[in-house]
């Protein structure tokens, strides 16, 4: 539908509404959140009227107003959505609306809203989109393009673009802040501030998000929680450097109190735009929930399971021979593996690190993607035909992006390496960067992975990423230019035409675990590696929060040795299977030293995977809202309400000797159901001389009980010993 006169544009779905006036010189949101219904009814006239703030002391002498746009020039004084300069001119944008269109289905659910802008100060066109999925779940899409005939002074010169932000207003009623930080092996862990005046800015300056990314900043009403709670949220499809904020100014954002906002962290000099020049932001996706972060999770869930190229064939169990062998590469040792792995229901075997030329330990061969013949004689063949002979599929693990300085690659092509002209700095990990933008960097990766997938007809690809991006400038002839833009889109590109040669592969995206981790990448993959921890009590908090943003079916949670490679810690076997079955499980434990009642236990959970992965896979993701961080509940319940499984956690001891009433979330508090305690996985040892009643006999046999009892009133738990799990099937009666 083309919009001509209207005042008042709209895009409504899944209970959300965005509502956008057209206005000159630049049109302003007047409402993102619930849906208020037809705005073409008195309402949107209301709105119209109630946008208008106060003028204050002090103030410009016109109603300050936060447009689609915000800059100086609407008297906006926080951060603008555009920043730049012309040779250091053309430093205050002006954008004047010149066009408008809305697209909404013929069922009237979501819609396409896009601007057009013109701006003769900074000589640049642009344009913002909006797009609302039937979810609800806002899509955000900004680009600029330079027209130096809108400004022949300024216009000769390349513009310098410091920085496009997507910005949205939120009400008063949000006074808190939640997003994310981390490190190696504890990523994505929360933090909580007040929102307060000023700005709380986030930047990625890594070449990636990296392990501490903001990954997803919610601003909500007080003590929001899992289940409860109005939320406004923002992610970043964005998988190079990355800059969030949220600010509250004294004055306000128009007729609301703050804003929240996203957009590429530029380097300086990274984006120069001459006549004719386009540069297009990475998408910001904004979501709006009433009920708290689960909410959240479940839009954006919904909306990836809808994509085309989402995976819709059962995920496979997988056994990774990392942790198993490391560097071991011995085709008798790793043939015994198989066999094991057989044994005990695994799908697919991925072969990882150490397969190739002169790569016998971490210091060496990255880059040289040629199977090394004095550990492989006869090539990876023999291997591969062991996997397929069991019945599983094969994958193979790259870290393409990546060279080390003791390689074949870096001796003979040096210039290949992201870094000064100046002079390398420090390694990391005892490599450095290869720059993949570089057409002859890029061709030959492709080239090599193309050759192997096609010789070996690989199903599956572990793509790692191991280090951060430091100084990573390309070197060219007219100096050194700034990379991890370019660097970021020959990473997509790469992956793309991979995927476009080999439509039936898989590619798991791991950067030392969950260091990118973002829906720009999982457009082109099919897997994250969540962290590189497998010790079950960090794992389960790490998954956990993963979880609010990438559904279960696309995270990699693996069994590992009861000692963790990663922390030392150890736990008992029950806990492990329980912590690595509700994402998309496989193995690291090396299965020719496991006895055969660990055997036994794990084929047991493997069968249990198989029977609940449709489940896992499809459904809801919940979490209890909890008093003792000491545990956890979480849970997916069928779409149909037909059937959940919840997890029962104890990390660690608690001053509260039990826990009394818990509620289920996602129940059904009108239905009936049957609960059963499953424990063939081992019973979780527990810290009490007796469980609760209904614990006790729902252990033997199934029990019923009524919605109304889990899901309004609870039930009690049982006190689990630290490092403990149990793990609750419960199915609707019908």
């Known amino acids: 539908m083309l919009s001509g006169a209207e005042a008042v544009l709209a895009l409504r779905a899944g209970g959300t509404a965005l509502i956008v006036e057209v206005r000159h010189p630049t049109p302003r949101v007047l409402h993102w959140g619930a849906d208020l219904g037809d705005p ?131 009400p008063e009623r949000a006074t808190e802040l939640l997003d994310f930080t981390g490190k190696w092996c504890r990523e994505r862990a929360p933090q909580r501030t007040p929102f307060g005046f000023g700005t709380h800015a986030r930047a990625t300056r890594r070449g990636k998000p990296g392990h501490d990314s903001p990954y997803l900043l919610v601003a909500g009403t007080p003590s929001f929680g899992f289940g409860h709670g ?102 008798d040792r790793l043939t015994q593996l198989v066999k094991r792995a057989a044994e005990v229901g695994v799908e697919r075997i991925v072969l990882d690190d150490g397969w190739f030329h002169r790569r016998r330990q971490a210091d060496a061969g990255l880059g040289d993607w040629f199977v090394d013949r004095d550990v492989w004689p006869d090539g990876l063949g023999p291997f ?24 074949e690659l870096a001796e003979r092509h040096p210039d290949w390496i992201l870094g000064p002209s100046a002079g390398l700095g420090p390694s990391s990990r005892q490599q450095y960067v290869l720059d993949i933008a570089r057409p002859e960097a890029y061709g030959y990766l492709l080239t090599r992975i193309d050759a192997l997938v096609r010789e070996h007809s690989i199903d599956y690809l572990k793509w790692d990423h191991n280090r951060d991006l430091i100084e990573a400038v390309s070197r060219e002839a007219s100096g050194d230019r700034p990379g991890v833009r370019r660097q970021t889109l020959a990473l997509y590109r790469l992956l793309d035409e991979l995927r476009e040669r080999h439509p039936g592969l898989e590619i ?15 457009d082109r993959t099919d897997r994250v590696w969540a962290s590189d921890c497998n010790d079950p009590v960090e794992r389960v908090q790490i998954e956990r929060w993963t979880r609010a943003l990438v559904p279960p079916e696309l995270i990699g949670s693996h069994l590992g040795s009861a000692r963790a490679h990663t922390t030392s810690r150890t736990t008992d076997l029950s806990f492990r299977l329980v912590a690595s079955l509700t994402a998309h499980p496989g ?21 249990l995977y198989r029977e609940i992965r449709p489940l896992l896979h499809t459904g809801r993701v919940v979490n209890a809202d909890l008093a003792d961080d000491a545990t956890a509940l979480y849970g997916t319940v069928a779409r149909d309400g037909s059937r959940a499984v919840f997890t029962w956690v104890r990390f660690q001891s608690s001053a509260a000797g039990q826990s009394g009433r818990v509620r289920f979330p996602g129940l059904d508090r009108t239905a009936r159901y049957r609960v059963a305690i499953r424990e063939e996985l081992g019973a979780a040892s527990r810290h009490q001389g007796r469980d609760p009643e209904w614990v006790a006999r729902a252990a033997e046999h199934p029990i019923e009980l009524s919605g109304a009892v889990l899901a309004g009133a609870g039930v009690p738990m049982p006190t689990l010993n630290p490092q403990q799990a149990m793990l609750i099937d419960i199915e609707r009666i019908p």
């Open 230 to 331: 109005e939320v406004w949220a923002m992610h970043l499809a964005w998988s190079g450097e990355q800059r969030y904020l949220a600010e509250r100014l004294p004055e306000g954002a128009g007729a609301f109190s703050a804003v929240i906002g996203a957009g590429e962290c530029l380097r300086s000099g990274e984006v120069l735009l001459a006549d004719g020049d386009r540069y297009e932001a990475p998408t910001v996706l904004f979501i709006w929930s009433d009920a708290g972060t689960d909410g959240l999770a479940d839009r954006l869930h919904r909306r990836l399971r809808s994509r085309p190229n989402h995976p819709s064939t059962p995920r496979p169990l997988v056994l990774n021979t990392w942790e198993a062998v490391y560097f071991d590469h011995d085709l």
């Open 384 to 407: 591969v035909e062991v996997v397929r002979s069991h019945g599983m599929q094969f994958g193979l693990w790259f870290e393409p992006e990546m060279v080390n300085l003791d390689s």
């Open 587 to 607: 193995i690291e434990q090396d299965l020719t030293a496991a006895s055969d009642s660990e055997l036994a236990a794990i084929a047991a959970w493997s069968r």
């Open 40 to 170: 073409t009814e008195a309402h949107g006239d209301d709105l119209r009227l109630t946008a208008e703030p106060a003028i204050l002391n002090n103030s410009p002498d016109e109603p300050r107003v936060l447009s689609v746009w915000p800059s100086e020039y609407d008297g906006w004084s926080g951060t603008a959505a555009q920043s730049g300069n012309a040779a250091g001119y053309a430093t205050t944008p002006r954008p004047l609306l010149e066009s408008h269109h809305i697209d909404v289905p013929d069922d009237g659910v979501g819609g396409r809203i896009e601007f057009g802008f013109v701006d003769r100060v900074t000589a640049i066109r642009s344009s913002l989109v909006y797009e609302l999925d039937r979810f609800g779940v806002l899509a955000v899409r900004m680009s600029i393009e330079r027209d130096a005939a809108l400004h022949p002074s300024t216009g000769s010169a390349p513009y310098t673009l410091d920085g496009l932000l997507a910005l949205m207003p939120v």
């Open 508 to 522: 798991e995206t791991c950067s030392g675990g969950g260091g990118r981790v973002d829906l720009g990448i999982l």
